[in-house]
């Protein structure tokens, strides 16, 4: 048995840890990672937000080593009001929000997006191309996953980044008197809180009204079990103090204004220095795109050189994470 376990074959490296291995060993002292997206500050050091640094430190003093539950319970939403007819501002070309999968889905497939930023291209869908997504998925009856794990950085607006959860609830299961199949939310807590070591997140399952809870509640239960049993408590319990306490709750919406402008910033910074050294073309996108990755567009040849001339660490397909770039290195 012991000499079967010696042979097994290596498996192949995830090319995001790989990298981030490789960044790890370079001894230049002006080396970049802009592989993962944990925010930092103008310093370069990792940033903790004052909203979980307040409640973190409140949190320790209670502290007990109780399972966390494998827990579901039932969100009742309202009866159906307006969505608000205001649009974000948009970042989009018709080259970047076309979209790809309306004429490969099959009916009853499930199909995944990203619910108000898009990892990597950094672009966001405008109130229209929303509104084409929902036709198709009503055509076709998919079934909808949001991936929302950028809420607060995309725009600096919290309730805004969720403006696409609650039209597809609206408009899915409050409008049409229970004929969809129901969404889920996978809601990410790593990225907005911070808490990027924790995986702390969330999945909603919204079904029809008069839709029974029991088995869908039973089957979430079983697979969270299988999966992991009990989830870590104490940073959960971070993010339920500072959703549960009003000035908490405010001072994070401030916390994720402060990181999304800090972007912008940089994206402000970074285009202005490649136009200065005349670096050859267009990097406009580089500003139009939101949140806190950009794509760049750079092939992966263009990308090694990168990492063998300026020790800069990026994906080779030319994502940049701007959490590692700040006005002073963004050049």
């Known amino acids: 048995m012991a000499r079967q376990y010696l042979n097994l074959p290596a498996a192949p490296p995830d090319p995001a840890f790989d990298l981030m ?6 001894p230049h002292p002006n080396k970049v990672s802009l592989i993962a997206g944990a925010y930092r500050d103008e310093n370069g050091w990792p940033w903790v937000l004052p909203s979980v640094k307040q409640v973190r430190h409140a949190n320790s003093r209670h502290q007990s080593t109780i399972y966390s539950p494998t827990n579901t319970n039932p969100i009742p939403f309202p009866r159906p009001s307006p969505v608000s ?23 009853n497939d499930v199909i995944v997006l990203q619910a108000c930023v898009y990892n990597p291209t950094g672009v966001a869908l405008t109130h229209t191309r929303w509104a084409e997504v929902l036709e198709l998925v009503r055509r076709k009856r998919l079934f909808v996953v949001l991936d929302s794990a950028y809420q607060g950085f995309a725009t600096g607006d919290v309730d ?30 790593s990225k907005d809180f911070g808490l990027y070591g924790e995986r702390v997140g969330a999945l ?30 104490f940073r959960a319990m971070n993010a339920e103090t500072v959703f549960g306490d009003r000035e908490l709750r405010a001072q994070w919406e401030r916390d994720s204004r402060t990181v999304s402008d800090s972007f912008g910033k940089v994206r402000r910074a970074l285009r202005e220095r490649l136009v200065h050294n005349g670096t050859p073309g267009d990097w406009s996108h580089t500003e139009r795109q939101i949140g806190m ?25 030319g994502r940049v994470s701007l959490c590692g770039l700040n006005e002073a290195n963004a050049g």
């Not at 291995?21 to 370079?26: E, G, I, T």
């Not at 989009?92 to 889905?105: G, Y």
């Not at 696409?164 to 129901?182: D, I, M, N, P």
């Not at 399952?205 to 008069?210: D, E, N, R, T």
């Open 204 to 233: 909603h399952l919204a079904v029809p009204w008069g839709f029974g809870l029991e088995s869908p509640r039973s089957q979430l239960v079983g697979l969270a079990r299988a999966e992991y049993s009990n989830p870590p408590r």
């Open 21 to 26: 291995a490789k960044y790890d060993a370079d």
């Open 85 to 107: 007819p205001t649009p974000r501002t948009t970042n989009t070309s018709p080259s970047q929000a076309h979209l790809p999968f309306s004429s490969t889905r099959e009916p």
């Open 160 to 189: 805004g980044d969720a403006w696409a959860v609650r039209y597809f609830v609206e408009e899915l299961l409050l409008s049409t008197e229970g004929q969809h199949l129901g969404l889920c939310v996978a809601q990410s807590f």
């Open 293 to 317: 990755f950009s794509y760049t567009g750079l092939d992966s040849e263009q990308v090694a050189w990168l990492q063998e001339e300026y020790h800069s660490y990026l994906l080779p397909s």
